[in-house]
C-alpha cells in the first residue's frame, strides 16, 4: 500500500506555477497547450450540446414510428430529402434518434458517475479520514463489490429494479462506487502525514474539518480525473446494458445501443443502421477519454509519459 | 508461497459467504412474489401456497438461509424453476462456451499484444509506435458489441470467410465431453469438428480480444520503456551480452510483472465482454441464460450462477497472484 503514497501526493501550489499562479490556473496553461486534450474537449462539448439542444437540433420527434409503413420487411428507406440519414428499422428518423440518443448518453452518463462519484467518496473519506476499524470494515466491503464483475453487479441492480434508465443509471453507478472510493481512500492516507496536516492539526482543528476542509480539496484534481475517465466508460457501459436489453422496455426508444441491437436483425439490409450509433459510442467515449488523459497530464506534470 | 494460497483461500471463504448473504438477501427483496411469477395468470391462492411450500418460500427467511447455505456447502444449487434442471447441470453446460471463447480472446491478445508493445517500445515514436499507441485507444473507445457487429457483417456476411452465428455447424454430430467444443473435438480425435469449432471462435475471440489487447499492449510498451532505461540493462548491454539475450533475459521478464497483474484484473471486464459478444453470435454461453434467469425471476439460476462467477473470478485473480510470484522471485521473499 505505500506505493500508493507516492502517486497520491499533489504537488504544493508554489512549485507548479509562476508567482501568482495557482495549481489551477497552471494546470488550465498545461491543457490549453495539449492537442489531444483539445480534441477531446471540443468532442465533449459538442456532445453535450447536442445532448441539450436537441429539440432544437433533430428536424422531427423521436421514437415516433411515423413513417413505419416505408419499411418493408426486405428494405429500409435509406437518405433522402426529408430523412438526411434515412429511417430506422421501426420508421423512425434516424438522424432524430441519434442526436436524442446523445441525450439518453449524457444523461444516463452524468446522473450514474454522480452516484457513484458520491456514494464511493462518502465511503473513501470515512475510510481514508477515520481509518482504524472503518477503514477495514469499508475497505472490505469494497472488496467484495468488486469481486462481483461490473456487468453482473449491473444484471443483478436491473433485476432488483425492473428494467427502465435509472435501473442502468444505478447498476453503472454500483460499480462505479470502488473505484471513487479507493481512489479518496488513497489521496486522503497520503496526505496524512503531510507537513501542513500536522500543522493544521497541531493548531487545534479539529479532523472532521481538516479533512473536509482541507484535505478533500487537495484530492479534487484525480476525482475530476477520474469522473471524465470514468464518463468515458459510463457513455460505453449505458449502451452495454441497453444492448443486452436492460434499459426501456419500448424497443424504437432513442438510445445507441438499443439502436445496435435492432440494427442487428437488419445487418444484410442496412449495415448503417448498426453503423452511426456504434461510431457515435466510440466517438463520445473517445472525447471524454482524451479529455480525461490530458487533465491528468494538467493536474499532475509527472505523470506525463 | 504456500501460505499466500492458504491465506488467500480463507479470504475467499470469508468473500463468499457475504456475497452468499448478499445474494440470499438480494434475491428475496426482488420485485414480484415469486410463486406468482412462476404460475403466471393461472395463480390461484393453492396452486401459490403448492409452490411455496415446494420452494421453501413460505419459511422463516433465516431458515431458508441455513437451508441455502447447507445445499451449498453439499454442492447442491437446486433446480432452475422454470426448467427444472439442477443448475449445476446447466452451468457445466453453458459456461464452458463462454470460457472457451474468453480464453481464446485472451490468448490472441497476450500472443499479439505482448510483441506488439515490445517492438512499440523499442523503437519509440516510430510508424509502428504511432499506430500502436493509436489502435490501442481505439481499442479502449470501441465497444465489444459493436466490433462485433461490424466483424460479423463484414467477415461472415459480406465475405462469408467466417460462420455468422453459433459454436458448431450443426451438421457435424459431434461427442461432447468437456463442452469445450475445441477441446472434445482433440479427445475423441474428431479432428474435423474441432476445426469447425475453432473457426466458429475465430470472429467472437477478435472482437472479445480487443479490450484486454489495447491493455496489454499499453501496458507492454510502458514497462518496456521503463526497463530500458534501467541500471541493469545498461550494465548488460556494457557487458556485451547479445542483443536478444537482454531482450528476453533482462528486459522482457522486467517487463511481463505489471502485464501479468493487469491480466487478473481483465478477467471482470473479459467476461463481461463475453456476455456481450455472446449475444451477437448467438453462442449458447452463460449470458442469454443469465438474462432469462433475471426476466423470469428464477431465483436459484440467479443465486447458482452469479456464486459460480465470484469463484472463478476470485480463483482466476489468485492463480494470477501466484503466477506473479513465479515471474518474479521477489515477490516470494518478502
Not at chain 1, 446523445?102 to 481514508?128: C, D, F, K
Not at chain 2, 472482437?207 to 521503463?226: K, M
Request: glycine residues 10%; hydrophobic residues 55%.
Amino acid at each position: 500500500m505505500s506505493a500508493v503514497d507516492v502517486l497520491g501526493t499533489p504537488a504544493p501550489a508554489e512549485a507548479t506555477g509562476e508567482a501568482g499562479a495557482g495549481p489551477w490556473l497552471s494546470a488550465w496553461r498545461r491543457l490549453r497547450r495539449n492537442p489531444s486534450g483539445i480534441v477531446g474537449a471540443v468532442i465533449v462539448l459538442v456532445f453535450v450540446l447536442v445532448a441539450i439542444a436537441a429539440p432544437l437540433l433533430a428536424p422531427y420527434r423521436p421514437a415516433t414510428s411515423e413513417w413505419f409503413g416505408e419499411v418493408t420487411p426486405t428494405t429500409v428507406p435509406g437518405p433522402s430529402d426529408e430523412h438526411l440519414l434515412g429511417l430506422d428499422s421501426f420508421g423512425s428518423d434516424l438522424l432524430t434518434q441519434l442526436i436524442y440518443g446523445a441525450r439518453s448518453s449524457l444523461v444516463i452518463g452524468v446522473v450514474s458517475t454522480a452516484i457513484g462519484l458520491a456514494a464511493g467518496a462518502v465511503l473513501g473519506i470515512l475510510a481514508g479520514g477515520i481509518g482504524g476499524k472503518v477503514d477495514t470494515i469499508v475497505m472490505r466491503v469494497v472488496d467484495v463489490l468488486l469481486s462481483i464483475p461490473a456487468l453482473l453487479l449491473a444484471v443483478s441492480v436491473a433485476a432488483l429494479l425492473g428494467r427502465g434508465s435509472f435501473s442502468i443509471m444505478l447498476a453503472i453507478s454500483a460499480a462505479q462506487v470502488p473505484i471513487f472510493a479507493r481512489l479518496l481512500r488513497a489521496s486522503l492516507l497520503a496526505q496524512r502525514g503531510q507537513d501542513y496536516v500536522v500543522a493544521l492539526r497541531s493548531l487545534g482543528l479539529r479532523q472532521r474539518r481538516i479533512v473536509v476542509g482541507h484535505m478533500l480539496p487537495n484530492s479534487l484534481g484525480p476525482v475530476l480525473v477520474q469522473a471524465t475517465l470514468t464518463l468515458a466508460t459510463a457513455v460505453i457501459e449505458v449502451a452495454a446494458l441497453s444492448f443486452l436489453g436492460l434499459g426501456d422496455p419500448n424497443p424504437a426508444v432513442a438510445e445507441w445501443g438499443r439502436m445496435l441491437v435492432t440494427a442487428q436483425d437488419r445487418l444484410d439490409q442496412a449495415p448503417h443502421l448498426a453503423l452511426y450509433p456504434g461510431i457515435a459510442i466510440a466517438i463520445t467515449a473517445l472525447g471524454f477519454t482524451l479529455l480525461g488523459e490530458a487533465l491528468r497530464e494538467a493536474l499532475d506534470p509527472r505523470s506525463s509519459r | 508461497m504456500l501460505s499466500l494460497v492458504v491465506r488467500r483461500l480463507g479470504l475467499l471463504v470469508v468473500v463468499l459467504f457475504g456475497l452468499s448473504l448478499l445474494l440470499f438477501a438480494w434475491v428475496r427483496a426482488l420485485p414480484g412474489d415469486p410463486a406468482r411469477a412462476l404460475l403466471g395468470e393461472k395463480a390461484t391462492p393453492a396452486g401459490i401456497a403448492a409452490v411455496n411450500e415446494r420452494y421453501g418460500f413460505d419459511q422463516p427467511v433465516w431458515q431458508q438461509y441455513l437451508t441455502y447455505l447447507g445445499q451449498i456447502v453439499r454442492g447442491d444449487f437446486g433446480a432452475s424453476i422454470n426448467t427444472g434442471e439442477p443448475v449445476v447441470t446447466t452451468f457445466f453446460e453453458r459456461f464452458p462456451a463462454t470460457i472457451e471463447l474468453s480464453i481464446a480472446a485472451l490468448v490472441l491478445a497476450i500472443a499479439l499484444g505482448i510483441p506488439l508493445g515490445y517492438l512499440a517500445a523499442r523503437r519509440r515514436g516510430g510508424w509502428l509506435d504511432n499506430i500502436v499507441v493509436g489502435w490501442s485507444l481505439l481499442g479502449v473507445v470501441v465497444p465489444v458489441f459493436f466490433l462485433a457487429v461490424i466483424l460479423k457483417y463484414a467477415l461472415a456476411i459480406q465475405f462469408g470467410w467466417f460462420p455468422t452465428s453459433g459454436r458448431q455447424n450443426a451438421r457435424i454430430d459431434a461427442t461432447h465431453i468437456t463442452n469445450f467444443y475445441v477441446l472434445d473435438g482433440l479427445l475423441t480425435r474428431e479432428w474435423d469438428a474441432s476445426w469447425d469449432a475453432l473457426v466458429h471462435l475465430v470472429l467472437p475471440a477478435l472482437a472479445l480480444g480487443s479490450i484486454p489487447l489495447a491493455i496489454i499492449v499499453r501496458i507492454t510498451r510502458a514497462s518496456v520503456l521503463d526497463v530500458l532505461s534501467d541500471d541493469h540493462v545498461r550494465t548488460a548491454q556494457a557487458k556485451g551480452l547479445p542483443r536478444g539475450v537482454i531482450s528476453r533475459r533482462h528486459v522482457l521478464r522486467n517487463a511481463l510483472l505489471p502485464v501479468s497483474t493487469t491480466l487478473g484484473l481483465q478477467a471482470g471486464a473479459l467476461l463481461s465482454g463475453a456476455v456481450l459478444t455472446e449475444t451477437v453470435f448467438s453462442i449458447n454461453g452463460i449470458g442469454s441464460y443469465l438474462f432469462d434467469a433475471v426476466t423470469q425471476l428464477d431465483y436459484p439460476v440467479l443465486q447458482g450462477f452469479i456464486l459460480f462467477i465470484a469463484v472463478v473470478y476470485a480463483l482466476v485473480n489468485l492463480v494470477v497472484d501466484v503466477s506473479y510470484g513465479f515471474i518474479d522471485p521477489r515477490v516470494r521473499v518478502s
